[in-house]
């Protein structure tokens, strides 16, 4: 739960569905660090303009929107390393569009949230394997996105189609990456921050708080009101679970979401405390993840913080020392000294001249 995602939102997971994509497909092929840069660029432009043009209604629907992008995102990705025409591209693109799938489900069922790593996997296999077979003169339907039962008529309402190619080749939708410094849900980032910010100015404890009131966009309130989340997947998508854990355990350290903070009785009761209300200013910004706080303590004292931007998102985004320092954090285990290596040819991966030299 700390893959990247697009501000505004697009319904795009661009790490977890791209860059194995292009991993794999560059070892595999010899490409060069620039070419495996060059396509993941490709990759990002295709998925999140089409996520985009979604206007974010795919999830209103109930589809897990980045299952849904994530294959054409990939197999642009693929088809460019793997150098297909303008032809196949397209019937990669067609293909891509029928293996797109993922459901909400989980979310009103209160369990099986494991499946949610799947559809971003599955869409970035789908990728590859669209790209593969568009490769070999397999075909699939040219107008997948704009036509009658295309993509964007079957999983959104309203669609734009505008911006599919608006400031196309000027404005690079790479520069719209949010990169989260907490694993939970992408929602729940600036509520974090906000109470982190809070308690440093103030010095309150968890035990001290007596209710917390976040308001923010509406998907916040249908999809992340989870006080009570039954695994760790749920725990990670819920907002009110997240938020209280970061005033009793590390919010940055993935390990701090765990079947023992499932079931921590004062992480439990703070959460029951945390509500969650729209506030209806978001509905004039598409895409919003800022938040309103408002924290009442036993004291009678109210703390109020309002993080319209937070902490990872393109206005204030991760310096490269934490992008540096948030790599290591997840790498422990392969050893300080693998990790670091790694880390510093991933820095300079464009010097690469093939990229199968980083397995090696």
């Given at each position: 739960?700390?893959?990247?995602?697009?501000?505004?939102?697009?319904?795009?997971?661009?790490?977890?569905?791209?860059?194995?994509?292009?991993?794999?497909?560059a070892e595999e092929f010899g490409a060069s660090g620039m070419e495996l840069l060059t396509a993941l660029v490709a990759g990002c432009e295709v998925m999140f303009r089409i996520g985009h043009a979604c206007r974010e209604t795919s999830e209103k629907l109930g589809f897990h929107a980045p299952g849904l992008t994530g294959p054409l995102g990939a197999a642009a990705t693929a088809g460019r390393i793997m150098r297909l025409n303008a032809d196949q591209m397209a019937h990669a693109f067609g293909i891509a569009a029928s293996l797109a799938s993922g459901i909400l489900a989980f979310v009103k069922s209160g369990?099986?949230?494991?499946?949610?790593?799947?559809?971003?996997?599955?869409?970035?296999?789908?990728?590859?394997?669209?790209?593969?077979?568009?490769?070999?003169?397999f075909t699939g339907p040219q107008t997948v996105l704009e036509g009658q039962f295309g993509f964007l008529q079957v999983f959104s309402r309203e669609p734009d189609l505008a911006r599919l190619t608006r400031?196309?080749?000027?404005?690079?939708?790479?520069?719209?990456?949010?990169?989260?410094?907490?694993?939970?849900?992408?929602?729940a980032q600036a509520p974090i921050q906000a109470v982190q910010e809070l308690?440093?100015?103030?010095?309150?404890?968890?035990?001290?708080?007596?209710?917390?009131?976040?308001?923010?966009?509406?998907?916040?309130?249908?999809?992340?009101?989870?006080?009570?989340?039954?695994?760790?997947?749920?725990?990670?998508?819920?907002?009110?679970?997240?938020?209280?854990?970061?005033?009793?355990?590390?919010?940055?350290?993935?390990?701090?979401?765990?079947?023992?903070?499932?079931?921590?009785?004062?992480?439990?009761?703070?959460?029951?405390?945390?509500?969650l209300i729209l506030d209806t200013a978001s509905r004039q910004t598409e895409g919003y993840l800022g938040a309103q706080v408002t924290v009442r303590l036993s004291n009678g004292q109210e703390l109020f913080r309002e993080v319209?931007?937070?902490?990872?998102?393109?206005?204030?985004?991760?310096?490269?020392?934490?992008?540096?320092?948030?790599?290591?954090?997840?790498?422990?285990?392969?050893?300080?000294?693998?990790?670091?290596?790694?880390?510093r040819r991933v820095e300079n991966l464009a010097a690469e001249k093939n990229v199968a030299d980083l397995f090696a």
């Open positions: 739960e700390l893959d990247n995602v697009r501000q505004p939102g697009a319904g795009v997971h661009a790490g977890a569905t791209l860059v194995p994509a292009g991993f794999a497909v369990s099986g949230g494991m499946v949610k790593r799947l559809h971003l996997g599955r869409a970035s296999e789908g990728g590859v394997l669209a790209a593969s077979l568009a490769r070999e003169g400031a196309l080749g000027e404005e690079y939708e790479v520069m719209n990456i949010c990169m989260k410094r907490f694993p939970c849900h992408i929602f308690r440093a100015e103030h010095s309150f404890s968890g035990a001290e708080v007596t209710e917390i009131t976040i308001a923010g966009a509406e998907k916040l309130v249908t999809h992340h009101d989870i006080p009570e989340p039954n695994d760790v997947m749920m725990a990670q998508y819920s907002v009110p679970f997240s938020v209280a854990l970061s005033l009793y355990q590390d919010p940055k350290d993935p390990r701090s979401f765990s079947e023992a903070s499932l079931k921590d009785a004062e992480i439990l009761s703070l959460s029951r405390k945390v509500r319209k931007t937070f902490k990872g998102s393109p206005a204030h985004p991760l310096s490269r020392a934490e992008v540096g320092e948030k790599f290591l954090a997840l790498s422990g285990g392969m050893g300080a000294q693998v990790a670091e290596r790694i880390l």
